[in-house]
């Protein structure tokens, strides 16, 4: 697990990595304010130990900041002396947790550990209730499918971070949760009866808005999780996806006919990461197709079902595309 020392005094810094480093903790350092922001939203650091005196931008105003951007929540402990008017607007602002200064390499390590195991419960948590949701249906869709998907969308992803219409947004952290995210995009068929999710022939027009009901059902699935537990903001990225990835650039997609860039990116990747695997793959409704004849469908939608930036980006990697969609 990373840990990010945002500490000014160069000694203070110095000792903190130490300390770390002595117990095989991977750290990151950063001595202002910008930078403490620049690591944590390319790295994505699970813990950050937290000056409150930075330059260029205050600890506050820092955690301000990552609070209103992160995807998943940032566990942040603050480093100060006892001071009840530091410890009370550090707590206001979002901070996790404090430590004393000067610091104690015993008592920064309890800290750590105790952080350590509170990430691990939420994610726990968040795993147990999401299977609790699904007892009651059931899942019709293979792991080898959702393995590509989540491995298709992190070649995009990874692609469209060194672009300059999307580099700003596409960090290491939006990575990271669009990979996780991307697997529960159909979650949502599990409520789906066999009837219709199955059918072989041509859909009547009652079926096919059953069918399309699968987006409003993961997205809604996604919600009671990620409302009881809200620090896993990954939860909304994923209920993004559930809800749009069948939207189409041209506006003509499903469930509400978002255009363009109104359809939102996490969901616009995993669209094509979604049709590419369907096309290659062999499913009871329709044989598989070659990786050359997907290709083209995939090429003559640009514009049209995909956004033309991710089609490129598709290109770019077809090769990776390739190796993927032939994993045994």
Same mark, same amino acid.
């Given at each position: ?215 409003? &059902? ?5 919600? =009671?999780?990620? @409302? ?5 903001? $990954? +939860? %909304?990225?994923?209920? #993004? ?55 083209? &469908? ?5 514009? =049209?079902?995909? @956004? ?5 980006? $598709? +290109? %770019?990697?077809?090769? #990776? ?8």
């Amino acid at each position: 697990m990373k840990v990010l020392v945002a500490e000014s005094n160069q000694k203070h810094r110095d000792l903190l990595v130490q300390y770390l480093e002595e117990e095989q903790i991977q750290v990151l350092t950063a001595a202002d304010g910008q930078k403490a922001l620049e690591v944590w939203s390319n790295e994505d650091p699970k813990i950050i130990i937290m000056d409150i005196n930075m330059p260029d931008m205050d600890g506050f105003s820092i955690i301000e900041e990552i609070r209103r951007r992160e995807l998943d929540h940032t566990y942040i402990i603050v480093a100060t002396e006892h001071e009840e008017v530091i410890l009370g607007r550090s707590f206001d602002v979002g901070a996790d947790d404090f430590i004393s200064v000067p610091i104690r390499k015993t008592e920064l390590i309890y800290r750590i550990k105790a952080s350590e195991k509170v990430i691990s419960n939420q994610e726990n948590q968040t795993v147990i209730y999401a299977l609790a949701q699904l007892t009651e249906t059931r899942d019709i869709e293979t792991g080898r499918h959702l393995e590509r998907i989540g491995m298709y969308t992190k070649v995009i992803a990874t692609e469209l971070k060194n672009h300059p219409i999307y580099k700003e947004h596409v960090t290491s952290q939006f990575i990271n949760h669009l990979t996780l995210s991307s697997v529960l995009h159909d979650i949502g068929k599990v409520g789906i009866e066999d009837a219709v999710l199955r059918k072989k022939g041509i859909y009547t027009d009652e079926e096919r808005k059953t069918m399309q009901a699968h987006t409003i &059902i993961g997205a809604s699935t996604i919600d =009671k999780v990620a @409302d009881k537990y809200p620090f896993m903001g $990954f +939860l %909304k990225m994923a209920s #993004e996806i559930a809800r749009y990835h069948h939207e189409k650039w041209d506006g003509t997609g499903y469930p509400e006919g978002l255009k363009g860039e109104d359809i939102p990116l996490s969901a616009r990747i995993v669209a094509i990461a979604d049709v590419f695997d369907a096309l290659i793959s062999e499913r009871y409704y329709k044989p598989k197709y070659s990786f050359e004849e997907s290709k083209r &469908i995939i090429l003559e939608s640009s514009g =049209k079902h995909f @956004d033309p930036v991710i089609v490129e980006a $598709f +290109l %770019k990697h077809e090769a #990776e595309f390739y190796a993927i969609a032939h994993l045994d």
